[in-house]
């Protein structure tokens, strides 16, 4: 099984990602998690993305097409893969066109209001990469041990930016598969259980 992930920041695409991919036994592809990899490896890739990232600006589209290429040649891809926050552009999508046929996308719908609210409460694992909220989470720790942090790209300046140039370069993406035929927009603004509860429904399908 192929899918997609969309949505704004902050709509839950990874905290869902991670339970589908697992419930399905398919990899979990997600591309800022792969940025943020290479910015802590301290690469030349990483400390490009790092400055593009921070201001809430994506990364060229051929940077990230390089790596997805490569990762879905990957053994734990063999049984199908997730993407989450990809593609995020039409360049994108088109050109994944010629790389994998895809089974269904899944589109996130949350309130705006709702979506400042949980990227600036979110907290990071420096380690594992695990995150947390901290309306339901209160230790500074992760479970792993590890520090939490907030990421640069959360601060609320630069959410406002990344949600701007979430309407201009990824929402038309919602329109592109809608004529695909391969869109299901799913509410997500709601307990994560029942998020995942309504994926669940669309995939099994
Ligand atoms: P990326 O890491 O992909 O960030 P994003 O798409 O902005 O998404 P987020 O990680 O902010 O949100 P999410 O939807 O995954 O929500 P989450 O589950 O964490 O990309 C970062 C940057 O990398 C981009 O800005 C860009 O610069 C670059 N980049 C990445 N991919 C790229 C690409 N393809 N092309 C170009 N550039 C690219 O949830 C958020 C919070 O809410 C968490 O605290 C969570 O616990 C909480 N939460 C989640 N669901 C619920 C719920 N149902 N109820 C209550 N709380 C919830």
Do not use: W
């Not at 890739?45 to 990762?71: C, F, Q, S, T, Y």
């Not at 046929?101 to 709702?114: F, W």
């Not at 979430?166 to 998020?195: C, F, M, Q, W």
Request: glycine share 8%; proline share 3%.
């Amino acid at each position: 099984m192929k899918l997609i992930f969309l949505g704004p920041p902050g709509a839950g695409k990874g905290t869902q990602a991670v339970k589908v991919a697992q419930k399905y036994q398919i990899a979990h592809i997600s591309t800022g998690d792969m940025l943020r990899a290479e910015m802590r490896e301290g690469t030349q890739l990483g400390k490009e993305a790092k400055e593009l990232i921070e201001r809430g600006e994506l990364v060229p589209d051929d940077v990230i097409l390089g790596m997805v290429k490569n990762r879905i040649q990957k053994e734990d891809c063999k049984n199908g893969f997730l993407f989450d926050g990809f593609p995020r552009t039409i360049a994108q999508a088109e050109a994944l066109e010629s790389i994998s046929a895809i089974d269904h996308v899944i589109n996130l719908e949350v309130p705006v209001d709702t979506l400042i609210r949980r990227i600036s409460g979110r907290r990071m694992c420096a380690e594992c990469g695990a995150g947390y909220h901290v309306s339901t989470y209160t230790d500074t720790n992760c479970k792993c041990g590890a520090a939490l942090f907030q990421r640069e790209d959360d601060k609320e300046e630069t959410v406002r930016n990344r949600l701007v140039v979430y309407e201009r370069s990824t929402k038309p993406l919602i329109d592109y598969y809608t004529k695909k035929g391969l869109l299901h927009t799913v509410n997500g603004d709601a307990d994560i259980d029942v998020v995942d509860a309504a994926i669940g429904a669309v995939i099994s399908k």
